[in-house]
T-cell receptor, first 115, second 111 residues
Framework: AAGVIQSPRHLIKEKRETATLKCYPIPRHDTVYWYQQGPGQDPQFLISFYEKMQSDKGSIPDRFSAQQFSDYHSELNMSSLELGDSALYFC??????????????FGEGSWLTVV | SQQGEEDPQALSIQEGENATMNCSYKTSINNLQWYRQNSGRGLVHLILIRSNEREKHSGRLRVTLDTSKKSSSLLITASRAADTASYFCATGNTGGFKTIFGAGTRLFVKA
């Protein structure tokens, strides 16, 4: 079965540079989530999109932005990178339901290292 | 952690033993999900329990939910070395898409 696809899997950037992560949700899934997981930490919710509109916002820095496109893929843009942005970034997707209960499926993550 | 604490933070058991992990949360929820994560890998969905359910089973997994205490437990029976991973609970609330994770329990199953 098709899963959530993230690219790139590994990325090395220098401080103050910009990075873009891409996420392709499971086919027919209309909701995308972004999470950040630092070493030894739990995944921190950044932002989610439902039907191409931002639905919820978590601890996403102002330097980060994201959007969901017409084909439902999503991109997370990170600017003015800092050393503390080094983390594993997960994208996840789900099928939005009227009851609001969503089983969320995760990609393998994109490792960002800021040097 | 954005939501709550998992208990214990780390657990080491022998193969064949049962492992119980607990999760507490702070806000009202309409569902709670458990995930497994192998080191540096993606999170794998294990089981979802709705707020109006008290217990759910899936293979060797048993999840309970006590909304009055805002807590859940995950029991893995007859553990195997391959169960070694971090286990996270995550909660969602009505009408939202903001599933929040707890801090996770690191499980080590010794062969």
């Amino acid at each position: 079965a098709a899963g959530v696809i993230q690219s790139p899997r590994h990325l090395i950037k220098e401080k103050r540079e910009t990075a873009t992560l891409k996420c392709y949700p499971i086919p027919r899934h209309d909701t995308v989530y972004w999470y950040q997981q630092g070493p030894g930490q739990d995944p921190q919710f950044l932002i989610s999109f439902y039907e191409k509109m931002q639905s919820d916002k978590g601890s996403i820095p102002d330097r980060f932005s994201a959007q969901q496109f017409s084909d439902y893929h999503s991109e997370l843009n990170m600017s003015s990178l800092e050393l503390g942005d080094s983390a594993l970034y997960f994208c996840a997707s789900s099928l939005g339901t009227p009851t609001g209960i969503h089983t969320i499926y995760f990609g393998e993550g994109s490792w960002l290292t800021v040097v | 952690s954005q939501q709550g604490e998992e208990d214990p933070q780390a657990l080491s058991i022998q193969e064949g033993e049962n492992a119980t992990m607990n999760c507490s949360y702070k806000t009202s929820i309409n569902n709670l999900q458990w995930y497994r994560q192998n080191s540096g890998r993606g999170l794998v969905h294990l089981i979802l329990i709705r707020s109006n359910e008290r217990e759910k089973h899936s293979g060797r997994l048993r999840v309970t939910l006590d909304t009055s205490k805002k807590s859940s437990s995950l029991l893995i029976t007859a553990s195997r070395a391959a169960d070694t991973a971090s286990y996270f609970c995550a909660t969602g609330n009505t009408g939202g898409f903001k599933t929040i994770f707890g801090a996770g329990t690191r499980l080590f199953v010794k062969a």
